[in-house]
């Protein structure tokens, strides 16, 4: 019963696994993945002399890093917030509106994203204009894409992460916040003497999850919502986006290869490492 | 007393601003969305005249008039979205669900193995080279509308929802059956499956919005304009102005390109934005089900 889904994990996983060695090889198309030379450990140093692989890790761990903090921040928020409404018809509504955006996908943001920040027709820049503000070219201005990225990966995640969260609060005994309630606690006592601290090994298992995790940067958000704008790779370009330009847009297997290895061995030391530290906090929680 | 009214009064506006609060980030959650729409139903000249709007200034359906007017492309791609999405979560949700009965049944003795075998490819795997020249050259999956399908057939991680689903289900029910004579396989559609309808619906919808909402297989594996589905049709129509001048439907007097881009997203949304509307509330459960697994 179990044999197709094994035929295809074997298929579509772990013969890919071995084929990670490609990245020590000088990769030929006519050649194939078994007549292609060894080469060691040459496409490595080709890729780790280049700027774009301190540039790559960088925005990659970067990024990264600012949306597990906004999304843990605001979907917590978030979560506290909807707890406090009494109504459940609103409770539902609100939870319905912000979990929307979880399934739109980037195709979509990508278009309405231009629709705000299009340098002649954008909102913002009609907004700027009209206040007197010069435009601003949206899609040449790196500067500004961590912040845009920040606010757009926020937009999508908050509604899934703070119904988790609110789950993790519905699973805390009311009677906690019954009693804090008798002795007069306001609502920021509750929050930080009660919920929070409930909370904290359900936060602290998500967030070593997305530590594991910090070296997969969302292909989507960085490659449709950018638009795939050369001009912004200063600070968009990450490891994800990289592989698959080297691979499809320049060719260069080598590079693409090599940092797609890069990636395997460090995101799964990560992995291993988070898990370790889950499993010490919460067996149960733990992938392994 | 007064004390007592001051503390109500208080608690009244604490509760009117979170309300307020809640409704102003519900609204931005959905405002993008009305900007799409508000768009795709303006005058082409507006948009260039006075910009994108949340309300169109002159209401027309100019744009999916003019979609509509040649619409092979369309037709064509809406069929290859369905298609992929049909086929997909069936096939998928029948795999997955198969290996996770397996798994959910203690009396099965590589359980350990078997689940590590599956675990294993969620913390690691081979990246994005070695995956696409395998399926383009070993498997030959260039464009050809399996390419789109078989890549998502199983996801690991709703394998493992599914299997902590069905574990519940009592094996003293299952010894039952099997005192009957009924067989493991009957033993699953007869038994299982019907009691473990929510958590099918769940993962089925679940792998519905992730074959709909796909455009990365086509980004990767289709050359073909009939192959490509609703997503990326849409994709190309967005990055790229010179393919519409191209496209067979771009032949009519005007072409309202930012108009036709925005009544192009509507119709990629609408489906998924249905399916959203109608069953959010078993994605609320479903996601509470693995949070708290």
Redesign the interface.
């Known amino acids: 019963m179990a044999a197709p889904a094994v035929i295809w994990l074997v298929l579509f996983s772990y013969i890919p696994m071995g084929g990670l060695l490609i990245a020590f090889k000088d990769y030929r198309n006519n050649l194939g993945f078994l007549g292609s030379q060894w080469v060691g450990w040459r496409n490595f140093t080709y890729l780790f002399a280049t700027e774009a692989a301190r540039q790559i890790t960088f925005n990659t761990l970067f990024m990264n890093a600012l949306f597990i903090l906004t999304t843990l921040v605001a979907s917590l928020g978030v979560a506290i917030l909807l707890y406090q409404i009494q109504h459940h018809f609103f409770a539902r509504f609100y939870q319905s509106a912000l979990f929307f955006p979880y399934f739109i996908s980037y195709v979509i943001v990508s278009a309405f994203v231009f629709a705000f920040l299009s340098t002649s027709d954008g909102v913002i820049n009609r907004l700027f204009a009209s206040v007197g503000r010069e435009p601003v070219e949206w899609y040449s201005r790196p500067e500004y894409w961590p912040a845009i990225l920040t606010l757009i990966n926020l937009w999508k995640g908050v509604g899934f992460w703070s119904i988790v969260y609110f789950a993790g609060i519905l699973a805390i005994n009311p009677e906690f916040f019954e009693a804090a309630r008798v002795d007069g606690a306001t609502g920021w006592q509750v929050t930080l003497h009660i919920t929070l601290p409930l909370l904290m090994p359900l936060i602290i298992i998500n967030l070593l999850l997305s530590i594991g995790r910090i070296f997969y940067a969302d292909f989507g958000l960085f490659y449709q919502v950018t638009r795939n704008q050369g001009l912004l790779y200063k600070t968009t370009n990450v490891i994800d986006t990289y592989v698959f330009r080297s691979l499809k847009t320049t060719g260069d297997i080598g590079m693409a290869s090599a940092a797609g290895f890069y990636q395997a061995v460090i995101g799964f030391l990560l992995v291993l490492g988070s898990n370790l530290l889950v499993r010490k906090i919460d067996k149960e929680k733990a992938l392994f | 007393m007064q004390l007592n009214q001051w503390h109500r009064i208080q608690k009244k506006l604490?509760?009117t601003s979170?309300?307020l609060?809640?409704?102003a980030?519900?609204?931005?959650?959905?405002l993008?969305?009305i900007?799409?729409i508000s768009?795709s139903f303006s005058e082409e000249a507006d948009?260039?005249r006075?910009?994108?709007?949340f309300i169109p200034r002159q209401f027309t359906t100019y744009a999916y008039e003019y979609v509509f007017k040649v619409p092979t492309q369309i037709i064509q791609s809406y069929g290859v979205s369905t298609f992929v999405t049909v086929t997909g979560s069936a096939i998928s949700l029948l795999?997955?669900s198969?290996?996770a009965?397996?798994?959910s049944r203690p009396s099965f003795a590589l359980r350990k193995q078997?689940s590590?075998?599956?675990?294993f490819?969620?913390?690691?795997?081979?990246?994005?080279?070695?995956?696409?020249?395998?399926?383009t050259?070993?498997?030959g999956l260039k464009d050809n509308i399996w390419a789109l399908v078989?890549?998502y057939?199983?996801v690991p991680w709703y394998?493992l929802l599914l299997r902590t689903y069905f574990a519940q289900v009592p094996e003293e029910l299952l010894d039952a059956a099997r005192i009957d004579g009924a067989g493991?396989?009957r033993i699953?559609f007869q038994v299982v499956m019907p009691l473990s309808t929510p958590a099918l619906a769940t993962i089925g919808l679940f792998c519905i919005?992730m074959y709909w909402?796909?455009?990365?297989l086509a980004l990767?594996f289709i050359n073909d304009a009939e192959l490509q589905p609703l997503?990326?049709m849409?994709?190309t129509i967005?990055?790229n102005a010179q393919a519409m001048a191209a496209n067979p439907m771009t032949t009519g007097i005007r072409m309202p390109i930012?108009t036709v881009?925005?009544a192009m997203?509507v119709l990629?949304?609408g489906p998924?934005?249905l399916v959203?509307l109608l069953v959010?509330r078993y994605?609320?459960r479903g996601?509470?089900l693995g949070?708290?697994?």
């Open positions: 604490g509760n979170t309300h609060f809640m409704a980030i519900s609204l931005a959650c959905v993008p969305l900007l799409v768009s948009i260039a006075y910009g994108y709007a795999m997955m198969l290996i009965y397996v798994l078997l590590f075998f599956v675990f490819t969620m913390l690691f795997n081979g990246g994005l080279v070695p995956w696409y020249i395998w399926l050259q070993g498997l078989v890549p057939l199983v394998v493991e396989w699953f919005l909402n796909d455009w990365y990767l997503q990326y849409l994709y967005l990055t930012a881009r925005m997203a990629a949304t998924a934005a959203f959010q994605f609320i996601i509470t949070a708290l697994k």
